[in-house]
Nanobody, 123 residues
């Protein structure tokens, strides 16, 4: 399974950005999909996750009300819509796929990772 994330870049605070992740190698609907982010010197941080059918979404408190995740299983893609971006949202964002696991908020649950895409929020 390969994950390819794209859509990062530079955005002003208060703006919006959409990241996409394409799953290849196996059908994306077999996996719970998540987004994490990481800044230098810090551990990878959970952002959002979505169940296989898309019927349930899990949010980190820091992004609740601003970010959302969606998936299109027919296209094997997962998207992260980020609104009202803040300076502290600056990070490398990673998409990830999990075949199972109890906690969707910890990186160890996920089996496959994309390469990461940098999002920089400027003032």
């Amino acid at each position: 399974v390969q994950l390819q994330a794209c859509g990062g870049g530079l955005v002003q605070a208060g703006g919006s950005m959409r990241l996409s992740c394409v799953v290849s190698g196996r059908t994306g609907r077999n996996y719970v999909m998540g987004w994490f982010r990481q800044t230098p010197g810090k551990e990878r941080e959970f952002v959002l996750a979505i169940t296989r059918s898309g019927d349930r979404i899990y949010y980190a408190d820091s992004v609740k009300g601003r970010f959302t995740i969606s998936r299109d299983n027919a296209k094997n893609t997962v998207s992260l819509q980020m609104n009202s971006l803040k300076l502290e949202d600056t990070a490398v964002y990673y998409c990830a796929a999990a075949s199972g696991g109890l906690s969707l908020t910890i990186p160890a649950t996920y089996d496959y990772w994309g390469q990461g895409t940098l999002v920089t929020v400027s003032s």
